[in-house]
């Protein structure tokens, strides 16, 4: 059995608490024959800051790079609110997900039916959901240059960020999105603003040709980037696989989270493109959820989106499927028992911390195993 090398980032806020239940299982897994998996550890975000002044250092990229998946905790917090820019915490999350070039990211929302009432949204309208955010990662606005802010010399400022794609980067991102439909239920609605957008409308024209060359066979649907973030309040079923740019990507991931019940139950998965001779990709797998500095240090953060990005990298770096299957279903099956961390309890159940809810899910395995 391939060793696999994993590198764990913990980072700032409740990134670290959360990273602990992703060791723990590691080792269970390790114990009980299902792969040998190694781990080292390294600073990014806030952490990073605070020991040697950058979110994230030379030796820890050079490891990034190594490694056969990262597995990252969350950035950020209060207490680096005014450090200078360049070294703010996020800028080692955006130095990673852009050097190693992770251009996919894979968010998928799935409602488990025990969660269905901690969601904001009536039951029947997210009970058993269950899509897929395919958005642009390393393009688009987040990295467009210019990025500025200019003195004008009038007491005023201009500040400019630059929106910027090119063909190839719509190309190969709407590929992932049809060929990840093709697994499941075959339809690809992709989101952009072309009625205000240069980059909205070259989106669209290439994601239509791309459909039209390589994946006819897959259902495709345009929706205007605003009206889609409406449908996915108001009916999301009608989803199965979104492709969307960087920004709004960013946006509408959180909006679906909180179709599932919490932020805290989203995992995501950021691929770079797959080398042909090795047939293998740079990866990085992370909670959607932020560092939630408010309840840091607590013991109280759900780590099911933690563990269940460690289940992302089983199934997309390690061609384990079997295994991931088995920790999702171990998790469903923590939910049915009606253990709750804070951010989904509800009336009836047992509410636990980080801690716990990792216990539950190792014993879940144990028992699915057994
Ligand atoms: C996310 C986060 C990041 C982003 C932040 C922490 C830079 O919100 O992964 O969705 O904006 O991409
Ligand atoms: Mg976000």
């Known amino acids: ?77 209060p207490k680096w609110d005014k450090v200078p820019y360049d070294v703010r915490p996020e800028a080692g999350l955006l130095r990673l997900r852009k050097d190693l070039g992770l251009f996919a990211n894979i968010r998928p929302a799935i409602c488990y039916p025990a969660l269905a009432d901690a969601s904001s949204l009536k039951r029947d309208v997210v009970d058993g959901l269950d899509i897929v955010i395919i958005r642009e990662l390393t393009g688009g606005v987040y990295f467009g240059e210019p990025k500025t802010i200019t003195d004008l010399g009038n007491g005023q400022k201009r500040a400019v960020d630059t929106q910027v ?40 024209e290439v994601v239509q040709q791309v459909h039209a060359r390589e994946f006819k066979d897959v259902t495709l649907e345009h929706q205007l980037a605003d009206a889609g973030g409406m449908q996915l309040v108001r009916w999301p079923k009608q989803f199965d696989v979104i492709v969307t740019d960087n920004l709004f990507g960013d946006m509408l991931s959180d909006v679906a989270a909180m179709l599932t019940g ?9 691929l770079g493109e797959m080398d042909a001779k090795t047939r293998t990709r740079k990866a990085m ?20 989106a933690m563990i269940a990005s460690f289940a992302m990298a089983l199934r997309y770096s ?39 809810m990792g216990d539950a899910v190792i014993a879940e395995m144990e028992r699915l195993t057994a």
């Open 1 to 77: 059995m391939p060793t696999h090398k994993l590198l764990l980032l913990a980072g700032d806020g409740i990134g670290p608490e959360v990273m602990a239940e992703v060791k723990r299982l590691v080792a269970w897994m390790n114990a009980h024959g299902m792969g040998t998996f190694e781990y080292d550890e390294g600073l990014v975000g806030g952490s990073a800051y605070d020991a040697h002044g950058k979110a994230i250092d030379e030796a820890t990229m050079a490891k990034a790079q190594a490694c056969d998946a990262v597995i990252f905790g969350a950035v950020g917090g």
């Open 165 to 204: 794609y090119d063909t190839y980067e719509i190309e190969r991102i709407s590929r992932v999105a049809f060929e990840l439909a093709r697994k499941r239920n075959n339809k690809v609605t992709s989101m952009e603003k072309r009625n205000v957008m240069k980059t909205g409308v070259l989106w669209n």
């Open 262 to 270: 919490s932020l805290g139950m989203l995992p995501s998965a950021s």
């Open 285 to 304: 797998y992370e909670p959607v959820h932020g560092s939630a500095p408010d309840i840091a240090g607590n013991g109280v953060a759900n780590p099911i």
């Open 318 to 356: 390690f061609d384990r499927g079997k295994e991931a299957d088995l920790i999702e279903k171990a998790i469903a099956a923590a939910l049915d028992k009606g253990l709750r961390t804070a951010d989904i309890k509800s009336e009836g159940c047992k509410l636990v911390g980080t801690r716990e």
